[in-house]
């Protein structure tokens, strides 16, 4: 058997002599995995659909290049043939986006119109009914009468099939074409035929057909094929890894991995972590469809007894380890031959690894078993689990080998819920703990027990079941300490789930119940209420101010001070004082917690908020990094989408767009899995920042719900400073101000003082100086009491704004020149463009131009498209010749960057390259990375090989030379 995999810019035809760029062997067809192809021979495929899309990189090459031949004229056709769920669709997908300049038609088979004949003829050929007038009349009038458009006697299926290849190369002749079929399975059968006959025929026209189906097909016979299989073991790992936000124990990895034979879908569609728990719940934690379970039950009571005992043995013991598996059936009884019976029952297969043939097949043989089989089960396999090399594995059996209080199981469970933490996570420690509590008898160890299942499980975000432990908790005979460490976490949970207007007054409480009994405990409580009511904002019940004054009483816990104790005195002394007089203890705090651990002091989670009102972004940074990885490697999900949210805003704030989505993207898996509701403040800055009308007003009515149910506060404040972004970034000062009026009247503690340099830019514009000035005035307070460069630079840009002559001038050079020092790429830009518009309104347009290019350049770049325009414009004004930027390939550069490559090759520093071309050294090496990513290559000696015309890296790099670089450099 032989197979054959060609280019398909070489349009290779094949038997039929349809033009096609990917040709398997007669009876085969193409599974393409990354980094190679291999031909499977078509067989019966799986089960559920999904819609996700690993890296596949042969396939998307396959694609692309498909795109590009249709592009470029030539006819291809394809056939996408997998299980459902394998990610065909996503397939199709990436080819859709990868057809620029081709018209896409798509069409998708509905089961429900399978029965309409050419039903999907006309979702194709209907919208190209304009061209039906050039075919000739017989076809004209069969494909009118198919697709429901003329009447006429019963169609010609040959007539129609000759019809639809030429309306689509009439339709091709205009612009080339590409048809995209997704469920043809469900197609009617006449639809599927003619797309068939079709196929077959594709010549010279520019149209390009490409199916998705599933097994079968027969109509779709001669046409190339491209296998889409399950995922390699890599690649499903991987894709598991990213959807499952937490750890995962190594073996259930395998288990999953294994039984869902690498299925996309399958692999999405799994349980939550916190169902999981980190995959000690393997066994019965798979939900499974009503028609599905029953077919598996009907298959399991089929089986003699002793297979019966054996396929629900296995289901119990999640490793996948058939010695495992085989010893503990040796302590039931269950002779040898019963594993031939449960491996002829296609349930289950006994190789290297014990695997469910069926993804949802252990699931219900696990749920499907008597109460006293499961024990027995459970029992046998914890005799034979070695209790050194896994005893957590050991101990997680032997407490559901029992059903009555056992105070030495209940011991081991504690004992190993920390190490089940480090192989599984949060949540599979809250299993364990969950379980000891189950078996506790004891009062008082009772309760202590509850108290830290409930702790755990907020921390991984299971927020409905901690409150049942706390309720629990309330009938069982304990302490004041008990007591008071139960209002903190029922407070704790209000603020991780809702970050609502309650919050504050129950940690406020809470914290003073802690006073007498546990000190630093309660500095902490109260630290955690100052911050639950910064969030909740103007519609806390109890403010910052009030919990000040509660915690300005505490006595000093000793002199070896804690993170917490340094943070809460800047807190209080910043609610009291105000940003000047509480400038020391919130340096104190930074400088005690940007260095902490995680893991050890509790305060560094909020030591961001010292740094963030110190204008601090680099030390904010340090602390929310360390705290989201950390909150990452735990599985952590109860705090991880506000820790999220932060270090989103800032990564946005630093230019990189890109990274900041994905963060958004990570809050929405997080919150979908915890179901905690979390004003969308990342995602409205970051939608202003690109500019985004639709996006941003979406998002501020999503936010007006948070405020209103939730009783977010900071969310009203978030949409209002997004809002006031927007505006200015599309010149639209008269809103802006009023967006911008209305963040800083609510006085939050760190966005009310972000929302302060849109206000002075608003009111600048708007002429209206006397609230220029007192925002100004506002903004130099907080700036100046943390001295960091991104403050005093955008206060300097503030006050440029409302100067004359000289002091205009000098405040914004101040202001490139303190954020020049930073990461800060889109405050930078704003300010060459602020400084830009000036220069142009004093007259000097050559100094001007130079500032708005480089302006307009890191605006486009970020992705700052309002901000990028409005430069534009600008520079129009100055009688620049500029364009709004096209799509821009990686390889082409700007004549800015093609004059500082050129430099760099020539050996010049940043400095001396600034120097020549009036920018900053900082600049030069913000464009010089742009430069190195564009051209493929990591350093400047790679440059200066390549301008010569020597090799400039290893193979795959991008090849330029100086022509390249010379030629028709875009201006921007």
């Not at 054959?4 to 349809?18: F, L, N, Y």
């Not at 959807?243 to 395998?254: C, I, S």
């Not at 506002?778 to 006050?799: D, I, N, Y």
């Amino acid at each position: 058997m032989s197979t054959r995999i060609e280019d398909v810019s070489a349009g290779h035809p094949t038997a039929t002599g349809s033009a096609c760029a990917i040709s398997p062997a007669p009876g085969e067809s193409w599974a393409a995995v990354p980094g190679r192809a291999r031909a499977v021979a078509p067989s019966a495929r799986g089960r559920r659909r999904g819609a996700a899309l690993t890296d596949r990189r042969v396939e998307c090459e396959l694609l692309a290049r498909l795109a590009d031949a249709v592009r470029g004229g030539e006819s291809r056709t394809l056939v996408l043939r997998g299980e459902p769920g394998a990610g065909k669709t996503a397939l199709l997908d990436r080819l859709v986006e990868a057809a620029r300049g081709v018209r896409v038609a798509r069409v998708a088979g509905v089961l429900a119109e399978r029965e309409l004949a050419f039903a999907g003829l006309h979702q194709l050929c209907a919208r190209f009914s304009a061209h039906l007038t050039e075919l000739p009349g017989r076809q004209r009038e069969a494909l009118s009468t198919a697709i429901g458009v003329g009447a006429g006697p019963a169609p010609d299926p040959l007539a129609v099939g000759l019809a639809v290849l030429g309306l689509l190369s009439a339709a091709a002749a205009e612009q080339p074409l590409l048809c995209v079929v997704d469920d043809e399975q469900w197609l009617d059968r006449e639809s599927a035929r003619t797309l068939g006959f079709v196929a077959r025929r594709l010549g010279s026209e520019a149209v390009g057909l490409v199916v998705a189906t599933r097994a079968g097909g027969d109509h779709l016979a001669g046409v190339p094929e491209l296998g889409v299989d399950g995922l390699p073991e890599g690649e499903a790992r991987a894709l598991l890894d990213a959807a499952f936000p937490g750890p995962l124990d190594e073996r259930a990895r395998d288990v999953i991995v294994a039984e869902t034979s690498g299925n996309p879908a399958a692999l999405l569609e799994l349980p939550s972590p916190l169902e999981l728990a980190g995959g000690f719940r393997l066994p019965g934690a798979m939900p499974a469809a009503p028609r599905i379970e029953d077919g598996l039950r009907r298959r399991l009571a089929a089986l003699p007894s002793p297979a019966h005992r054996l396929v629900e043995l296995a289901a119990t013991d999640p490793t996948g380890d058939p010695v495992l598996v085989r010893r503990a059936a040796e302590r039931l009884g269950i002779p040898h031959q019963a594993a031939g019976a449960a491996s002829e029952s296609g349930l289950v297969h006994f190789g290297i690894r014990l695997r469910f043939r069926h993804p949802l097949a252990r699931s219900v043989t696990y749920r499907s078993a008597s109460v006293h089989h499961r024990t027995r089960a459970h029992a046998a396999l914890a005799e034979v689990t070695d209790p050194v090399a896994d005893a957590d594995r050991r101990a997680w059996h032997r407490a559901h080998a029992v059903v009555a209080p056992d105070e030495g199981v209940a011991a081991d469970l504690e004992r190993s819920s920390g190490r089940a933490q480090v192989r599984g996570g949060l949540p599979a420690a809250a299993a364990f703990l969950e379980r000891s509590v189950a078996l506790t008898e004891d009062p008082a160890r009772h309760a202590e027990r509850i108290l830290t299942a409930a702790r755990t499980n907020l921390r991984a975000g299971a927020f409905a079941t901690a409150i049942e432990l706390l309720t629990a908790l309330e009938v069982v005979a304990c302490d004041e300490s008990v007591r008071a460490r139960a209002d903190l976490l029922r407070g704790q949970v209000e603020f991780a789930a809702h970050l609502g207007h309650e919050a504050p007054s129950r940690l406020l409480a809470a914290a003073r119940r802690l006073e007498p009994v546990d000190l630093e405990l309660a500095r902490r409580t109260y630290v955690d209420a100052w911050v639950a009511a910064s969030a909740a904002g103007h519609l806390a019940d109890v403010d910052p101010v009030e919990i000040a004054l509660a915690a300005r009483s505490l006595p000093r816990c000793g002199s070896a001070r804690r993170g917490s104790e340094v943070l809460l005195d800047g807190l209080v002394q910043l609610a009291t004082e105000g940003p000047t007089a509480a400038a020391p203890a919130l340096r104190a705090a930074v400088a005690v917690l940007v260095d902490g651990d995680p893991d050890r002091d509790e305060g560094l989670r909020w030591g961001r908020v010292a740094a963030t009102a110190l204008w601090d972004v680099d030390a904010a940074r340090t602390m929310t990094s360390r705290q989201v990885r950390s909150a990452r490697a735990a599985g952590a999900l109860g705090a991880l989408p506000v820790d999220l949210t932060a270090l989103a805003i800032d990564e946005a704030g630093r230019g990189d767009l890109g990274a900041a989505a994905a963060l958004v993207a990570e809050i929405d898996t997080v919150t979908g899995v915890t179901g905690s509701r979390i004003a969308p403040c990342a995602a409205l800055y970051l939608a202003a920042l690109r500019g985004d009308q639709e996006e941003v007003t979406a998002l501020v009515a999503a936010a007006a719900t948070d405020a209103a149910v939730g009783g977010q506060g900071v969310a009203g404040t978030c949409a209002q400073w997004a809002a006031a972004i927007l505006h200015n970034g599309h010149g639209r000062y008269a809103d802006a101000f009023a967006a911008a009026e209305h963040a800083v009247a609510d006085d939050h503690v760190s966005v009310s003082r972000w929302a302060l340099p849109e206000l002075v830019e608003a009111a600048a514009r708007t002429g209206n100086r006397k609230a220029a000035d007192e925002a100004l005035a506002r903004l130099g307070e907080t700036v100046h009491a943390g001295a960091a460069e991104f403050g005093l630079g955008l206060e300097a840009r503030s006050r440029a704004l409302v100067s004359e002559g000289t002091a205009a001038e000098t405040a914004h050079r101040d202001a490139i020149d303190h954020l020049d020092t930073g990461g800060a790429h889109p405050a930078l830009a704003r300010s060459h463009l602020l400084y830009g518009e000036w220069l142009r309104r004093e007259t000097r347009r050559v100094d001007a131009r130079r500032h708005l290019r480089t302006a307009h350049e890191m605006l486009q770049a970020i992705g700052m498209t309002a901000f990028a325009e409005r430069a534009r414009r600008e520079l129009l004004a100055t009688g620049e010749s500029v364009r709004r930027r096209a799509l821009q390939t990686p390889s082409e550069l700007t004549s800015q960057e093609a004059s500082i490559a050129r430099l760099a090759a020539d050996g010049q520093t940043n400095a001396e390259i600034g120097a020549q071309l009036f920018l900053s050294a900082r600049t030069i090496e913000w464009h010089l990375r742009k430069v190195f990513t564009k051209l493929g290559v990591g350093s400047r000696r790679e440059l200066r090989l390549g301008l010569s015309g020597a090799p400039a890296g290893p193979p795959g790099r991008a090849e330029y030379s100086r022509g390249t670089l010379g030629l028709a450099p875009r201006r921007s």
